[in-house]
C-alpha cells in the first residue's frame, strides 16, 4: 500500500471515528432531552394540580357571592407561579367569570392544563382551568444544547490534535514495518534459494553415485558369475556359496542404483502435461505385468486425468506390480484398480487381497529403502512406493494407503480431473 493510500485511509478513519463520536453525542443528548421533558412535565402537572386546588378553594366565596372583584384578586395570585400563562374561572352557566393572564406568551414545547371543580361544600359552583407553559424546560434544554455543541466541537478538537500528533508516530511505525516485511521477504527468498540449491545439489550428486555405482555392480555381478560356472567344479562348496553370495548381493545392487536412478530422474524430468486415458494406461500395464491369460486384475471404472503419461505409466507400474507381488501367496490373487471423480481431482486406488500391512507402519511406506517385508519373503529394493509419492506429488495430488495383515491392502492416489 502507498503513501497516499495509507494517508486516505487514514483520513476516512478519522472521519469516520469522529462521526460516530458527534452520533453518539446527539443520540445521549436526545435520550437526556426526552428524559428531562418527561420528568419536568410530570413535575409541572403534580404542580398544577395543588395549585388549581387552592386557587379553586379560595375563589369558591367570590363565585358564590358573584364577587368579580374578589375572583380576579385571587387569580391575581398567580402571580407568583411565572410558569401559569393563563387561568380561568368559570361560572354555574359556564361563563367566564374571572381570568388572568400571565406574562409568558407560550413555549415550542406545548402546555399543561390543569382544571378543577370549584365547590362549596356540596355544592358545585363552577370549574377552574389553569394552564402553564414549559418555557422553563425549553431553557434548559437550549442550555444544554450548547453544552452539547460545544462538547462536539471540543471532542473534535481534541481528536484532530490527537490525530495530528500521532500522525507522525503511525507514520513511523509503518515504515518500520514495512522495511520489517521487506527484510523477511528477502531472507524467505535467499532461504528458500539456498534451500533449492541444496537440494539441487543432493538430487544431482543422488544421480552422480548411482550413476557411478552401475557399472562395479554389474561388472561384480558378472566376474561372480563367470568365475562360478567356468571354475567352479575346481571350487570347494563353501566358496561356491560364497561366490553366489558375492553375486546375488552385486545384483541387489545394481538393482538399487537402478531403483536410485528412476527416483532422481522422476524429479529432475520436466513434466509434460497432457490428456491421459488413465483406463488404458493402466490395462496396458497390468497386461505387460500380469499377463494376457487367467490374469487376476479386473479393471472397473477409471476416469481420465491430466498428467505426464510417461511418469504415470511408472505410477500404475509400481502400484500394480506391488499388488501382484504380495498377492501372489492368496488363492486365488484378486487385484481391482478403479477410481471416481472428487470435486476438481480424481481418486484412484489399487486394491489387492495378499499380505497386507499393520496400519502403524503406513508412516513409513513411501520412505526411500523402507520395508515392511524382509527380502526373502518379497523381493524389492524399497523405493517403488518412494517414486510413486514423488510423481503424485510434482502432480499437485496425494498418496495414501490402508490395510491389516492377511487382509489386502489399497493404495489411493489423486490427480487433477
Known sequence: MNGTARTSLRGRMLLLSLLSAGVALVLALAGLGAREYLASRGDLEERLAVLARIIAENGAPALAFAD????????????????????????????????????????????????????????????????????????????YAVVALLTLVAALAASALIHAAMRGRVAHAEEALAELNRTLEEKVRSRTAELERAVSELEAFSYSVSHDLRAPARAMAGFAGILREDHGAALPPEALRALKRIEDSATHMGRLTDDLLEFSRTGRTPLTLAPVDMRALAASVAQELAGPEASPVRIGRVPPARGDAALLRQVWRNLIGNALKFSREARPPVIEIGGERRGAAVEYFVRDNGAGFDMKYAGKLFGVFERLHSPEEYEGTGVGLAIVQRIVQRHGGRVSAEGAPGQGATFRFTLPA
Open 68 to 143: 368579580e372583584r374578589a375572583a380576579a384578586d385571587v387569580l391575581a395570585t398567580l402571580r407568583s407561579a411565572p410558569h401559569v400563562t393563563e387561568a380561568r374561572l368559570f361560572g354555574r352557566d359556564g361563563e367566564v367569570f374571572a381570568q388572568y393572564r400571565g406574562a409568558h406568551a407560550g413555549s415550542a414545547l406545548g402546555s399543561v392544563t390543569a382544571r378543577r371543580e370549584v365547590r362549596l361544600g356540596s355544592d358545585r359552583l363552577g370549574e377552574l382551568v389553569i394552564v402553564a407553559d414549559l418555557h422553563e424546560l425549553e431553557a434548559r434544554l437550549a442550555g
